[in-house]
Nanobody, 124 residues
């Protein structure tokens, strides 16, 4: 059974930056597409960014140009660099792993396995 552990969340002022990390263990990381989702209080969960097995990336329109997803296949770690943060980015951020090649789609990740999340709070 795979395991994902997120870290790097915190509180930051609008315009600031954070980098989230997700350490993966217990599965063949290179065969999995990875993604970051988020859920704000009272709102539905939404996909933020994904990276496929060939490192093709997908971004939600709301974060394009501000967030960058990347992965280190030697360290089995997924990253999300978040720049120019806005109050509307406040949410719990989750790391997700899904076996296979997935790009430009969010719903299949609901069938993957998830970390417990890390909170990001952006103040105005």
């Amino acid at each position: 059974q795979g395991r994902l552990r997120e870290s790097g969340g915190g509180s930051v002022q609008a315009g600031g930056s954070l980098t989230l990390s997700c350490d993966a263990a217990g599965f063949l990381y290179t065969r999995f597409s990875m993604a970051w989702f988020r859920q704000a209080s009272g709102k539905e969960r939404e996909g933020v960014a994904s990276i496929a097995t060939d490192d093709t990336t997908t971004y939600a329109d709301s974060v394009k140009g501000r967030f960058t997803i990347s992965r280190d296949k030697r360290r089995n770690t997924l990253y999300l660099l978040m720049n120019n943060l806005k109050p509307e980015d406040t949410a719990m951020y989750y790391c997700v792993a899904l076996r296979g090649y997935y790009t430009n789609t969010w719903s299949p990740f609901n069938s993957g396995f998830w970390g417990e999340g890390t909170q990001v709070t952006v103040s105005s």
